[in-house]
């Protein structure tokens, strides 16, 4: 058996350990068994993780964009421990328990102020599966059924999950093998790239014109507010973002913002949609909702979408997580809001940009590079080909950092509390895979 206790380890047991992982643990969007070993990792402390060897990287990706604290901060860790001698799980249906109710209280605080209702699922992928029930069930409840398509734009990722999938860029994304068995929904083209760029006129006539063309079969539209994640790290201007609350508003739809990569002060402000002073119908949160410990999502919406949702034929939201507002998730949660808030984490994440945007500045020369961009507290190296994702982490480890490019796409999205020391560490790491390419 391998050590649950692990620390550093032998040459031997780690063998041992990646063996078995290769041959019988899928990793995402990996193969079985698995082409590549994966690192493996014993301990997390700061921004940085520890391998078996005793190698330690700084950790670029805050694991996947959850740990904006890094790792084994005391105070969540307190949080944690706290709740785990009280109760660590009780189901949701017909009970509730402080830390849900807390945690509920805080969303509803900071996030815009139509946002009063709360929704705990768990995980990002079951938030925006709720968010796009939610907008369905509304419209059937008011005696609407045909309104049952999305409207959105290519380039988007919401999630793995069949509805999420569906919304998801259907051409360029990650599940276009999938379309077949999906839901058809209305893709717009994507919205130019970049954040200060000057409005396309032409590109808001035609995305003006898709959604009047289609707008007695739309439920609602969505997006991720400014920065398109996973489909392809693009950041776009916040005139596009007010344009589809403005499109929303004119057709009665609603306007659905996925905030699960873009919340909690990701692109420098504390909400993407605050970029455009826009407030959304319904909103999705997760990833660093819990500060990277335990898996958990929100979805919150207005009073008009839940009363319009309770007064039709079921009477109720149909869905129901087992963990759903799992305490110490919830706990953790609360702990991680009030860590956020109580630091000037806008001053954090204008460091971290100001450190990347001068580091970086030239990577774009490079002949293999297509572009360079950084907002708030993330940078992107776009290349012109899809780059080899073993390469370009051992070029990255080579400078003491984690990496995991995807695509074309060399991107870190690092904790907040990184020292200026730490982002050069990250920057230097990306300029030096760009310069590869």
Same mark, same amino acid.
């Given at each position: 058996?391998?050590?649950?206790?692990?620390?550093?380890?032998?040459?031997?047991?780690?063998?041992?350990?990646?063996?078995?992982?290769?041959?019988?643990?899928?990793?995402?969007?990996?193969?079985?068994?698995?082409?590549?070993?994966?690192?493996?990792?014993?301990?997390?402390?700061?921004?940085?993780?520890?391998?078996?060897?005793?190698?330690?990287?700084?950790?670029?990706?805050?694991?996947?964009?959850?740990?904006?604290?890094?790792?084994?901060?005391?105070?969540?860790?307190?949080?944690?421990? +706290?709740?785990?001698?009280?109760?660590?799980?009780?189901?949701?249906?017909?009970?509730?328990?402080?830390?849900?109710?807390?945690? /509920?209280?805080?969303?509803?605080?900071?996030?815009?102020?139509?946002?009063?209702?709360?929704? $705990?699922?768990?995980?990002?992928?079951? %938030?925006?599966?709720?968010?796009?029930?939610?907008?369905?069930?509304?419209?059937?409840?008011?005696?609407?059924?045909?309104?049952?398509?999305?409207? !959105?734009?290519?380039?988007?990722?919401?999630?793995?999950?069949?509805?999420?999938?569906?919304?998801?860029?259907?051409?360029? %994304?990650?599940?276009?093998?999938?379309?077949?068995?999906?839901?058809?929904?209305? $893709?717009?083209?994507?919205?130019?790239?970049?954040?200060?760029?000057?409005?396309?006129?032409?590109?808001?006539?035609?995305?003006?014109?898709?959604?009047?063309?289609?707008?007695?079969?739309?439920?609602?539209?969505?997006?991720?507010?400014?920065?398109?994640?996973? +489909?392809?790290?693009? $950041?776009?201007?916040?005139?596009?973002?007010?344009?589809?609350?403005?499109?929303?508003?004119?057709?009665?739809?609603?306007?659905?913002?996925?905030?699960?990569?873009?919340?909690?002060?990701?692109?420098?402000?504390?909400?993407?949609?605050?970029?455009?002073?826009?407030?959304?119908?319904?909103?999705?949160?997760?990833?660093?909702?819990?500060?990277?410990?335990? !898996?958990?999502?929100?979805?919150?919406?207005?009073?008009? #979408?839940?009363?319009?949702?309770?007064?039709?034929?079921?009477?109720?939201?149909?869905?129901?997580?087992?963990?759903?507002?799992?305490?110490?998730?919830?706990?953790?949660?609360?702990?991680?809001? *009030?860590?956020? @808030?109580?630091?000037?984490?806008?001053?954090?994440?204008? /460091?971290?940009?100001?450190? @990347?945007?001068?580091?970086? *500045? %030239?990577?774009?020369?490079?002949?293999?590079?297509?572009?360079?961009?950084?907002? %708030?507290?993330?940078?992107? #190296?776009? /290349?012109?080909?899809? #780059?080899?994702?073993?390469?370009?982490?051992?070029?990255?480890?080579?400078?003491?950092?984690?990496?995991?490019? $995807?695509?074309?796409?060399?991107?870190?999205?690092?904790?907040?509390?990184?020292?200026?020391?730490?982002?050069?560490?990250?920057?230097?790491?990306?300029?030096?895979?760009?310069?590869?390419?």
């Amino acid at each position: 058996m391998i050590p649950l206790q692990l620390g550093r380890m032998s040459p031997r047991e780690t063998e041992r350990m990646l063996e078995f992982d290769r041959e019988h643990i899928w990793h995402p969007y990996a193969p079985m068994p698995a082409a590549v070993s994966a690192l493996p990792v014993v301990s997390a402390s700061g921004v940085r993780l520890t391998l078996a060897d005793g190698t330690e990287l700084i950790d670029g990706m805050s694991s996947w964009w959850a740990a904006v604290h890094g790792y084994n901060h005391p105070k969540l860790n307190a949080a944690v421990t +706290g709740q785990l001698g009280k109760m660590a799980h009780v189901m949701f249906g017909g009970l509730t328990h402080p830390p849900a109710v807390r945690l /509920a209280e805080r969303l509803v605080e900071i996030t815009p102020e139509p946002l009063t209702k709360v929704f $705990f699922a768990d995980s990002g992928s079951v %938030g925006v599966e709720v968010a796009i029930k939610m907008a369905l069930q509304f419209w059937r409840s008011q005696g609407r059924p045909e309104r049952r398509r999305l409207l !959105t734009v290519r380039g988007g990722y919401h999630g793995d999950t069949f509805g999420d999938m569906a919304v998801c860029d259907p051409v360029n %994304g990650m599940h276009h093998m999938f379309t077949d068995v999906l839901a058809q929904h209305v $893709f717009a083209p994507p919205p130019p790239l970049g954040y200060s760029a000057d409005p396309d006129e032409a590109y808001l006539g035609g995305l003006a014109e898709l959604a009047a063309e289609h707008a007695g079969e739309l439920a609602a539209i969505i997006a991720e507010p400014i920065v398109q994640g996973a +489909g392809g790290m693009r $950041f776009y201007a916040p005139e596009y973002l007010q344009a589809l609350r403005d499109i929303a508003d004119e057709h009665g739809l609603l306007l659905i913002l996925d905030e699960i990569a873009t919340g909690f002060g990701r692109t420098g402000e504390l909400w993407g949609c605050d970029h455009a002073e826009v407030v959304p119908d319904i909103m999705c949160l997760g990833k660093a909702l819990t500060g990277g410990y335990m !898996t958990m999502a929100a979805t919150l919406c207005t009073d008009r #979408v839940a009363d319009g949702i309770t007064s039709g034929e079921a009477g109720v939201l149909m869905h129901g997580p087992t963990y759903m507002a799992n305490p110490l998730a919830a706990a953790v949660a609360s702990a991680s809001i *009030d860590l956020l @808030l109580s630091r000037d984490w806008r001053d954090e994440v204008d /460091a971290i940009e100001a450190v @990347l945007t001068s580091e970086l *500045d %030239g990577a774009a020369d490079f002949p293999g590079v297509a572009d360079v961009r950084v907002l %708030g507290a993330i940078g992107v #190296v776009e /290349a012109r080909e899809p #780059v080899d994702v073993q390469s370009v982490q051992e070029i990255a480890m080579a400078h003491g950092v984690w990496l995991r490019p $995807f695509g074309k796409l060399v991107y870190t999205m690092p904790p907040y509390v990184c020292t200026e020391d730490e982002v050069h560490h990250i920057a230097a790491a990306l300029q030096a895979i760009a310069e590869s390419l």
